[in-house]
């Protein structure tokens, strides 16, 4: 893999960083690419540059985010959901700044749909529904519900500022994940 040039890289994260804080002040249907550049310090010709438009550049940050969660799981798969989900809300505290940003700005939505795809997608590996508690169960309505329940939680501790550490968060959301799975 090609090294990444620094100027490169340090306009792109100064994209990334314009685009959050923009939009914590407004909808982000209205930043515009002029709003960027200023923000970010760069020429509009450097943002298309990177991006087709400020829906690709939101895009590949969400999916940058969601891509680190992903290789996490696969990098401790031998974990249990518990240990799985301190990982994760490790992640979630350390990442604070965007994923309330996320949650609570119009790009919401967006987001929210990533997000439980990715838990789907995570959950659907554990989801038995031949044997144990969800034995008959419909798969699919059984992995959405878990999906939901979890994505859930992880929205309401955002939009109530962490009202609980993220280690407490951790182990209930795992305690809950084995209850269920």
């Known amino acids: 893999m090609p090294k990444v040039d620094r100027r490169i890289k340090k306009s792109q994260q100064a994209l990334k960083k314009a685009v959050l804080e923009l939009m914590a002040e407004k909808n982000f249907d ?100 031949t044997n144990g508690i969800n034995k008959g169960f419909d798969r699919d309505v059984t992995v959405r519900f878990i999906a939901s329940a979890y994505v859930g939680v992880v929205e309401w501790w955002f939009k109530n500022d962490r009202p609980i550490p993220h280690q407490e968060l951790a182990k209930q959301l795992g305690e809950l994940i084995v209850r269920n799975v």
Do not use: W
């Open 30 to 129: 209205d930043i515009t690419i002029q709003d960027l550049s200023d923000r970010a310090d760069v020429s509009r010709g450097t943002i298309y540059l990177h991006y087709m438009d400020k829906y690709d550049l939101l895009d590949k940050l969400i999916e940058g985010h969601i891509d680190e969660m992903r290789e996490m799981c696969v990098d401790h798969a031998d974990m249990d959901h518990i240990e799985c989900s301190f990982i994760c809300t490790e992640y979630l505290d350390n990442n604070y700044d965007f994923f309330a940003t996320m949650l609570a700005s119009k790009g919401a939505p967006y987001f929210h749909k990533r997000f439980m795809d990715y838990q789907i997608e995570e959950f659907v590996k554990d989801i038995d529904v």
